[in-house]
């Protein structure tokens, strides 16, 4: 292609680098057993991706079960090696709203890992796959009574308090149910993580958590932090763990990790002074990035748990505190890249748009139309989040054209990836496959314009399974009680 205009390559954003192969597959965006064979097909532990269309349809959810599980078994050895002389290891929890099925669960469980969930709907798909109550967490700035109702009836290892009146209802149903809760505290250590708005949750304002700054209106002269560490300490149904926070999620620098365990730190030793007691656990969230495009470089999980160890080790040995037990909350990070989307492509067309700040010069916009869209991944459309894509059926020897791959909803918005490079011979009907879909996808996913929701399929040894199947139009229509 050596010297070949490349279509449409005027309107690149910065970030994306000039064209390159357009069949190379980018090791850090896909699960290791991806690969393109000799025909030049995409496939996954062996199995074509034209044998996954043809079994199971499109759009598909395609997800490594190796994959998935040695990363899980990565960050638990990753943070267990440099946390071992500071607390003995550390707890992971996976973050089940990035992507949970009964499947996924007892992926988490046999791996060693333990279960972060956030709703009842979580819980539930826990107890399905079997997992035991101590071993699971549960989040939210709004539980409901039947939600900490069932998290005391299934003895949950912890239960993350959100607000100074959540940690009083906690302990009234805890007391009437003559059992005791175990709790942390969740803190807005006043972090402002570098990622996204709507997905950075430390800073002050915002919903989640308790405050080290703002008063809390019944106790003059405390934070509302400070009240409620006082009535967990003093609650006698609530058996008090310790401190959590998390920062936000896609985040690649360790600064702001760093920061909050160093405050965190420093309030669990001034309560443990200020009250004669000792508590034994810290958890500092979740939120490690991951690439999505050639842009994004996360740092190995051994690097990260490294430079955590170190601020635990030292702060700890500053303020004369033993440290307590450290747990992490990784989702995307283990999920994520573990998982792309199969789509067939169908309509195409190209437009000709006016290069930003070129006098009228214009080039061409290759759109690309795929069976599935903001319904299986709304990612780009709530977070601008960007990926990439690749043609899947087959190797390509066209040029490159700048291309925007959309979706089939009733929205101009409903785009799946904004800009790539695909070959300039993409017909309809060939498969395309975008990577780093594993969380925050099939998740969020919703049923916009009755379109139903997509099957994962999980790979291993050469052998390819429904974990979740798809949906039907009899599931579209279960709910409606029209005659
Ligand atoms: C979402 C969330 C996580 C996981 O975030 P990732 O970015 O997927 O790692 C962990 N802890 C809490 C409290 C969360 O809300």
């Not at 989040?139 to 607000?163: C, F, P, T, W, Y």
């Not at 002074?273 to 495009?293: F, H, M, S, W």
């Not at 925007?404 to 017909?427: F, M, Q, T, W």
């Amino acid at each position: 292609m050596g010297g070949e205009h490349i279509p449409g390559a005027e309107l690149a954003p910065n970030w994306l680098p000039a064209a390159g192969d357009v069949n190379e597959l980018l090791p850090a965006l896909w699960a290791h057993d991806v690969e393109r064979n000799e025909h030049g097909e995409l496939t996954i532990s062996g199995v074509h991706v034209s044998e996954l269309k043809q079994r199971f349809g499109t759009p598909l959810f395609v997800m490594s079960e190796d994959d998935f599980r040695s990363r899980a078994r990565m960050f638990k050895d990753a943070f267990d090696a440099a946390f071992e002389d500071i607390c003995g290891g550390v707890d992971v929890y996976y973050a089940g709203k990035s992507f949970l099925c009964t499947e996924v669960a007892r992926w988490v469980d046999s791996e060693g890992l333990r279960l972060d969930t956030c709703s009842g709907g979580e819980l539930a798909v826990a107890t399905r796959a079997g997992l035991s109550g101590e071993r699971l967490g549960l989040h939210g700035n709004n539980k409901s009574d039947a939600e900490i109702n069932r998290a005391l009836d299934m003895k949950l290892g912890r239960i993350v308090v959100d607000s100074l009146h959540e940690l009083k209802r906690v302990e009234a149903l805890a007391s009437a149910r003559n059992t005791t809760a175990n709790v942390m505290l969740r803190l807005t250590p006043g972090v402002h993580a570098h990622t996204h708005e709507s997905i950075a949750t430390a800073h002050e304002d915002q919903k989640f958590g308790l405050s080290f700054i703002a008063e809390d209106p019944e106790e003059p002269g405390m934070s509302a932090a400070e009240a409620a560490s006082r009535l967990a300490v003093d609650a006698e149904s609530i058996n008090f763990l310790g401190f959590h926070c998390h920062i936000g999620s896609q985040i690649f620098e360790s600064e702001g990790f760093e920061i909050a365990a160093r405050k965190l730190l420093a309030f669990t030793h001034k309560i443990q002074l200020t009250y004669g007691v000792t508590l034994p656990e810290l958890d500092l969230g979740g939120g490690y990035g991951i690439a999505y495009t050639t842009v994004d470089k996360p740092r190995p999980a051994d690097e990260v748990a490294q430079a955590m160890a170190a601020v635990v080790r030292e702060t700890c040995a500053e303020l004369g505190m033993s440290a307590p037990r450290i747990s992490i909350e990784p989702g995307r990070a283990i999920v994520g890249s573990t998982t792309f989307t199969l789509y067939e492509t169908g309509t195409l067309k190209t437009v000709q748009v006016e290069v930003p700040n070129a006098d009228g010069v214009t080039a061409p916009r290759r759109y690309v139309s795929v069976d599935g869209g903001m319904s299986d991944n709304a990612r780009p459309v709530l977070y601008d989040a960007d990926y990439s894509a690749v043609v899947a059926n087959r190797a390509s020897q066209a040029i490159p054209a700048m291309s925007r791959v959309v979706g089939k909803h009733c929205e101009s918005g409903d785009i799946v990836v904004r800009d790539v490079y695909l070959p300039n011979d993409v017909a309809a009907g060939d498969l395309l496959a975008v990577p780093g879909t594993g969380a925050y996808c099939w998740a969020l996913a919703s049923n916009y314009n009755y379109v139903p929701r997509p099957p994962v399929v999980a790979v291993k040894d050469g052998t390819a399974r429904l974990i979740v199947r798809g949906e039907t139009e009899d599931d579209l229509l279960a709910r409606d009680l029209g005659a």
